[in-house]
């Protein structure tokens, strides 16, 4: 993943709801430019005109009546504009759809992709993947404070309460990757909660989700093997999971598929070996605050690690 090919903007709309938020955000643009432009003329006018007439109240009037006139008819054009767009950008809708569980944490995003089968259901962390040209449903709240789900690209925001779950609807029409954010104030690192959606073609997608549905691959190699052996003796089961391990930890993202990631931190990290090495000796320099304490670990048991955790495929 890199950063020239990640989109974030309300004015490349790549799905209808974004799209109505667009047409929306333009009109109210150009209103306010019209607005800005003809109020700067009646303001030079003005002067001019004082200091080349005499004072005629009629015209006043006349100017003052037809200011509040267009003013009202102005501001209601822009109200039945907004109402349009909110019913429009709320009509999506359809009976088969991908349906994600989406949970906001101080400072991460744990998205659970639902399914009638219980078994193929499975968990992933700050980035979601999602099939072109069909609709998405996430049912979002939150695990602590209040945080806000906003993909620019593809919908308006909507934000996550603690205990309350609500659904926003969503579609990507152009394949392409898309940032979010959070949107919402959360805490110290709330700059960090970054969140990728992946827009790609329905077969690239449930090849994906297939992958996704699996364990974690057994190692192959002896290097990869004592990495898994530095893993489980470590704390980190404590905090995550690894699906065909022992580790079952709930607090932290699930690291079954962590290689097939760009990122590592929600965002504030390219998913390279050096960068999580770094993080995994001392999170709290690269996002203070987060709830992953340091880890002492010797560098040959850090480099096992590594090499294990790079074959999370």
Same mark, same amino acid.
């Given at each position: 993943?890199?950063?020239?090919?990640?989109?974030?903007?309300?004015?490349?709309? /790549?799905?209808?709801? /974004?799209?109505?938020?667009?047409?929306? =955000? *333009?009109?109210?643009? =150009?209103?306010?430019?019209?607005? %800005?432009?003809?109020?700067?003329? %009646?303001?030079?006018?003005?002067?001019?005109?004082?200091? #080349?007439?005499?004072?005629? @109240?009629?015209?006043?009037?006349?100017?003052?009546?037809?200011?509040?006139?267009?003013?009202?008819?102005?501001? %209601?054009?822009?109200?039945?504009?907004?109402? *349009?767009?909110?019913?429009?950008?709320?009509?999506?809708?359809?009976?088969?759809?991908?349906?994600?569980?989406?949970?906001?944490?101080? =400072?991460? =995003?744990?998205?659970? !992709? @639902?399914? +009638?089968?219980?078994?193929?259901? %499975?968990?992933?962390?700050?980035?979601?993947?999602?099939?072109? +040209?069909?609709?998405?449903?996430?049912?979002?709240?939150?695990?602590d404070v209040i945080h806000s789900f906003w993909v620019p690209n593809l919908h308006g925001k909507r934000d996550l309460i603690p205990g !309350?779950?609500?659904?926003?609807?969503?579609?990507?029409?152009?394949?392409?990757? !898309?940032?979010?954010?959070?949107?919402?104030?959360?805490?110290?690192?709330?700059?960090?909660?970054?969140?990728?959606?992946?827009?790609?073609?329905? @077969?690239?997608?449930?090849?994906?989700?297939?992958?996704?549905?699996?364990?974690?691959?057994?190692?192959?190699?002896?290097?990869?093997?004592?990495?898994?052996?530095?893993?489980?003796?470590?704390?980190?089961?404590?905090?995550?999971?690894?699906?065909?391990?022992?580790?079952?930890?709930?607090?932290?993202?699930?690291?079954?598929?962590?290689?097939?990631?760009?990122?590592?931190? /929600?965002?504030?990290?390219?998913?390279?070996?050096?960068?999580?090495? +770094?993080?995994?000796?001392?999170?709290?320099? /690269?996002?203070?605050?987060?709830?992953?304490?340091?880890?002492?670990?010797?560098?040959? @048991?850090?480099?096992?690690?590594? #090499?294990?955790?790079?074959?999370?495929?």
């Open positions: 993943m890199h950063a020239a090919s990640v989109l974030q903007s309300v004015l490349a709309p /790549a799905g209808p709801q /974004a799209a109505h938020i667009a047409r929306l =955000w *333009w009109l109210m643009f =150009w209103v306010a430019t019209a607005v %800005f432009v003809i109020v700067s003329a %009646f303001v030079v006018g003005a002067i001019v005109w004082k200091r #080349t007439e005499p004072r005629r @109240d009629d015209v006043l009037r006349v100017a003052v009546t037809l200011g509040v006139a267009a003013t009202v008819v102005t501001l %209601f054009v822009l109200l039945v504009a907004s109402v *349009w767009t909110g019913r429009a950008v709320a009509s999506l809708g359809a009976s088969s759809t991908v349906t994600i569980e989406l949970t906001g944490h101080q =400072w991460w =995003w744990e998205a659970v !992709y @639902d399914d +009638g089968t219980p078994s193929q259901r %499975f968990r992933t962390a700050n980035e979601l993947h999602i099939p072109v +040209g069909r609709p998405v449903v996430l049912k979002v709240t939150s695990h !309350y779950t609500t659904a926003i609807w969503l579609q990507a029409d152009t394949p392409g990757i !898309y940032r979010g954010q959070c949107a919402e104030f959360c805490g110290l690192q709330h700059a960090r909660m970054a969140l990728y959606v992946t827009a790609e073609s329905n @077969d690239a997608f449930e090849r994906w989700r297939m992958n996704q549905r699996r364990e974690a691959v057994q190692p192959t190699t002896d290097n990869a093997r004592l990495g898994r052996d530095v893993f489980l003796r470590s704390t980190c089961t404590q905090c995550h999971t690894i699906r065909g391990t022992i580790a079952g930890g709930a607090m932290g993202p699930d690291l079954t598929h962590l290689a097939t990631r760009g990122t590592i931190a /929600a965002g504030t990290l390219p998913n390279t070996r050096g960068h999580l090495a +770094g993080w995994i000796l001392d999170s709290q320099s /690269a996002k203070p605050g987060n709830q992953m304490p340091p880890n002492s670990l010797p560098a040959g @048991d850090l480099q096992l690690l590594l #090499t294990y955790l790079e074959t999370l495929k």
